[in-house]
């Protein structure tokens, strides 16, 4: 059974940072394109950063030089470095490994200006 938990958000300040983790059993989490999605309410869920087993990273422009994603696959995890917050990065942030595609449950990031 494919498990992904994810964990870190939170409610923080305008300027602040979270780090979300994404816990993966089930997988052979090396061999899988990991990555991390946001959905906004009323909006589509987005791509927000992906990384591949290779560490090739790709972001979406808006969290471009704010946001950094990494992956520990001696520990079957993949974390998102979120850096100078905004209210408009409020969002369900989900965890997703590609290809197949698997979810987590999502975790809530709220910003307060």
């Known amino acids: 059974q494919v498990q992904l938990t994810e964990s870190g958000g939170g409610l923080v300040q305008a300027g602040g940072s979270l780090r979300l983790s994404c816990a993966a059993s089930g997988i052979i989490f090396s061999i899988y394109t990991m990555g991390w999605y946001r959905q906004a309410p009323g909006k589509q869920r987005d791509m927000v950063a992906t990384i591949t087993s290779g560490g090739r990273v790709n972001y979406a422009d808006s969290v471009k030089g704010r946001f950094t994603i990494s992956r520990d696959n001696a520990k079957n995890t993949v974390y998102l470095q979120m850096n100078s917050l905004k209210p408009e990065d409020t969002a369900v942030y989900y965890c997703?490994?590609?290809?197949?595609?698997?979810w987590g449950q999502g975790t809530q990031v709220t910003v307060s200006s």
């Open positions: 997703a490994a590609i290809g197949p595609s698997y």
